[in-house]
Antibody
Framework: QLQLQESGPGLVKPSETLSLTCTVS??????????WGWIRQPPGKGLEWIGS???????YYNPSLKSRVTISVDTSKNQFSLKLSSVTAADTAVYYC???????????????????WGKGTTVTVSS | AIRMTQSPSSLSASTGDRVTITCRAS??????LAWYQQKPGKAPKLLIY???TLQSGVPSRFSGSGSGTDFTLTISCLQSEDFATYYC????????FGQGTKVEIK
């Protein structure tokens, strides 16, 4: 059974870089059927997609965060990672990683929805 | 970017009620819409994809409909375990979530 586990520091200082890793177990990150991504949820608020990556390294980022976000993949470790630079208190949130499952449509090609999620990790930005 | 707007933001209902949540996209997304359920302190759980296809293991009291810009999630007979927050998400053009609908006990 596929499982995703987020890991990284729970406390980050303002202006520094937030770094998280998602470890995939029970399946290969190198499958052509999936994207892998990050989503966050500030306290008491809704879900915000951050960005996603294919095993080849192809990425998509949320335009509102693009200038500060880097997502990378390490297929040898079955992991993908998130870096968010110049953090402020507004970046305090629960951060989730998720698998994006491929849905093929003859008209539009391959599109991906999020079917398996990690449990999430809380990151607080504070000095 | 495609914006997703859910209504209502919250609702109160009783066990056994029929509940409907709506989601509107700012532009047409065909049927590329998913619904998620989230309980406090837990990760979201996929309920429906492709607007109306039930994810494996999800009870049949959940159903989805719609295409283009207007979508609905219906819970036919609300159970105690269904009190949660529900999110729609489009995956037609990158990914965007609605703001959520909290289903509370009346």
């Amino acid at each position: 059974q596929l499982q995703l586990q987020e890991s990284g520091p729970g406390l980050v200082k303002p202006s520094e870089t937030l770094s998280l890793t998602c470890t995939v177990s029970g399946g290969s990150i190198s499958s052509s059927s999936y994207y892998w991504g990050w989503i966050r949820q500030p306290p008491g608020k809704g879900l915000e997609w951050i960005g996603s990556i294919y095993y080849s390294g192809s990425t998509y980022y949320n335009p509102s965060l693009k200038s500060r976000v880097t997502i990378s993949v390490d297929t040898s470790k079955n992991q993908f990672s998130l870096k968010l630079s110049s953090v402020t208190a507004a970046d305090t949130a629960v951060y989730y990683c998720a698998r994006h499952f491929r849905y093929y449509d003859i008209l539009t090609g391959s599109l991906y929805y999020m079917d398996v999620w990690g449990k999430g990790t809380t990151v607080t930005v504070s000095s | 970017a495609i914006r997703m707007t859910q209504s209502p933001s919250s609702l109160s209902a009783s066990t056994g009620d029929r509940v409907t949540i709506t989601c509107r996209a700012s532009q047409g997304i065909s049927s590329y819409l998913a619904w998620y359920q989230q309980k406090p302190g837990k990760a979201p759980k996929l309920l429906i994809y492709a607007a109306s296809t039930l994810q494996s293991g999800v009870p049949s009291r959940f159903s989805g409909s719609g295409s283009g810009t207007d979508f609905t999630l219906t819970i036919s007979c609300l159970q105690s375990e269904d009190f949660a927050t529900y999110y729609c998400q489009q995956y037609y053009s990158i990914w965007t979530f609605g703001q959520g609908t909290k289903v509370e006990i009346k």
